[in-house]
């Protein structure tokens, strides 16, 4: 194999693709990435069995050809590398890289021993504006498990389109993220989970050009998003999500209507005296058109209040103040409404109108400050 192609596009791709490379030592071959030169075209692989990314760009070929490199060795030279443009050459498993006076010869992998990337076989196709997914992605990502310590299924985020309304969710077990998107669909109900790594991965390739495309195509296991010269692929999480519908309280006793950068500001405030907000929780007091916020740690006390229309019943709730700045920093609107069944129930999050977001935070139980 040889060819010739621009550094600095051949630099973007090997890091991006380089990002679904397994960092696990135990198989070489997926440490590597996986190049194929054919037709002045050169294909660029990285995958771990769960995750992968291709990309294609053009080159100047003079011989066809396929090899796998580690993905940071080649990450590392190519980076460096101040030439305009580079020729990799193959010799069996041995790489030369030759960029001005720069001349690196390194050792590769044979490319028969990369695994096969999975594909959809009879999948569902869909197409979204990137400044859909990414405004959707924004407002619920945050509240994704991190961890499988709980339920795997909810280290992702679940697809619902159906009904002409596009409805993504994550949750945690302790906040719930729903946001809605009317679009024009008239297939089959499509329900998935995508990994959260996956979709943090998917959002980097975006252009910043809201009105661009990505392409979905949906199969039982798996799911591939393209996006310009890219193709992302990845497993879909298996299990049983949340019905959100059935954790959503009906009967609501305390409705406040406040500005979101003043609740996110007053919360804010808390936070230098509090030293481990899983242990001190932010007390909220809603009464008499204010929310009076406080908090008590070993470091000290801390009291102040904002502005709120409130109506219904006085109450008194203790919020992990972490996951109250989430939901209201994932608000798109100036201002929120807030709906409170009681202390120990969710508290909804929404706009003023519409249905177009609805977090759910879990309050904490309050202790005696005195």
């Known amino acids: 194999m040889k060819f010739l192609c621009n550094t600095k596009e051949l630099s973007v791709a090997c890091n991006n693709v380089m990002r679904a490379v397994s960092t696990k030592d135990t198989i070489p071959t997926i440490g590597g990435i996986l190049i194929e030169c054919d037709s002045n075209k050169l294909s660029l692989v990285g995958y771990d069995f769960e995750f992968g990314i291709n990309t294609i760009i053009d080159v100047e070929m003079e011989e066809a050809g396929s090899i796998v490199i580690n993905a940071k060795v080649l990450c590392d030279i190519i980076n460096k590398l101040a030439d305009e443009n580079v020729t990799i050459e193959t010799n069996g498993t041995s790489v030369s890289i030759i960029s001005g006076a720069a001349h690196y010869n390194i050792t590769g992998i044979d490319a028969n021993d990369y695994p096969e990337l999975p594909g959809v076989n009879n999948g569902t196709s869909i197409t979204f504006d990137q400044g859909i997914i990414y405004s959707m992605v924004s407002q619920t990502i945050f509240a994704v498990a991190d961890s499988e310590s709980g339920k795997p299924v909810y280290t992702g985020i679940k697809f619902d389109i159906k009904n002409d309304e596009f409805t993504m969710i994550g949750v945690d077990g302790f906040r719930l993220a729903i946001r809605k998107e009317k679009i024009n669909y008239a297939s089959d109900e499509l329900e998935f989970i995508v990994p959260k790594k996956t979709i943090r991965e998917l959002i980097k390739l975006f252009d910043g050009k809201e009105e661009n495309k990505l392409n979905i195509n949906v199969g039982k296991r798996h799911i591939i998003f ?145």
Do not use: W
């Open 226 to 370: 393209e996006i310009g010269n890219y193709s992302i692929i990845s497993r879909l999480l298996e299990g049983d999500f949340i019905d959100y519908k059935t954790v959503i309280q009906n009967a609501i006793n305390t409705t406040v209507l406040i500005n979101t950068k003043d609740a996110i500001s007053c919360i804010q405030r808390t936070l230098p005296v509090i030293e481990n907000n899983q242990k001190n929780p932010i007390r909220c007091l809603f009464d008499n058109d204010e929310m009076r916020v406080s908090t008590v740690s070993s470091l000290g006390r801390f009291v102040d209040y904002t502005h709120a229309n409130t109506s219904g019943e006085r109450v008194e709730i203790g919020f992990n103040s972490k996951f109250m700045l989430d939901a209201l920093n994932a608000s798109d609107t100036d201002e929120v409404k807030i709906e409170i069944s009681g202390p120990v129930s969710p508290v909804k999050i929404m706009p003023m109108t519409g249905d177009s977001f609805l977090f759910l935070v879990l309050p904490m139980r309050l202790r005696n400050e005195n």
